[in-house]
């Protein structure tokens, strides 16, 4: 079974409709991060949580919001969604101790397409 | 800010043979990690390798080394006996130690000729 998950892996919406995003990690890493992909621009980081009682934004937060509910869960949501939203996702997570902190794991990403 | 730059938007290797690519970082800090990511066309990013920068010895895994010139800031990823399956998206990124930013080159298109 793959370390970090995320549901759904595809998804196609229309503009003004809530959506989440959801990320589960068995790892049990401390860590864990939101970031969207866009062709030409790479990734850039959305959100970040160190801990379930912490939440940071990232550089691209606007339009976005996060829940860490366990260690192991972290959703992002986009409250209404706009085209320019279309992009791909991926949650990360990384250890807080032991040999490779510093050291991010991704999901397999949610192709996510807004009309 | 630190950067990372990837200067080659595509390289071709035939199977079997080696390819290197380029990335370069700068950064005026002195505790930080260097990696690898390999996103095939299933799109899941998969970490290749990973380097600290207090160590001078290079790092490896399998087929997969890395050139770490830290004076030079330069991290170059060497693949050898390249195979059909190598092909993918390679991102170069940094991370300051502690930091909770992973700063992505553009990447690297790498295609294998069988």
């Known amino acids: 079974d793959a370390d970090v998950t995320q549901t759904p892996r595809n998804r196609i919406t229309k503009t003004g409709k809530r959506i989440m995003l959801e990320c589960s990690q068995t790892k049990g890493h401390d860590r864990m991060y939101w970031y969207r992909q866009d062709p030409g621009l790479g990734l850039r980081l959305i959100y970040y949580s160190f801990d379930v009682k912490d939440i940071n934004k990232g550089e691209i937060s606007d339009g976005y919001s996060v829940s860490r509910q366990a260690q192991a869960k972290f959703s992002l949501s986009l409250e209404s969604a706009i085209p320019n939203q279309t992009a791909l996702y991926f949650c990360?997570?990384?250890?807080?101790?032991?040999?490779?902190?510093?050291?991010?794991?991704f999901g397999p990403g949610t192709r996510l397409t807004v009309l | 800010a630190q950067t990372v730059t990837q200067s080659q938007p595509e390289m071709s290797v035939q199977e079997a043979e080696t390819v290197t690519l380029s990335c370069t970082y700068d950064t005026s800090e002195s505790d930080y990690y260097l990696f690898w990511y390999k996103q095939p066309p299933s799109r899941q990013m998969i970490l290749v390798i990973r380097q600290e920068a207090y160590k001078q010895q290079n790092a490896t895994e399998n087929r997969f080394s890395v050139n770490f010139q830290k004076a030079a800031k330069s991290f170059s990823l060497k693949i050898s006996d390249s195979q059909l399956g190598d092909a993918a998206m390679y991102f170069c990124a940094y991370t300051q130690g502690g930091s909770e930013k992973l700063v992505f080159g553009k990447g690297t298109k790498l295609t294998v000729n069988p």
């Open positions: 990360a997570t990384s250890d807080a101790a032991g040999g490779d902190t510093d050291t991010q794991y």
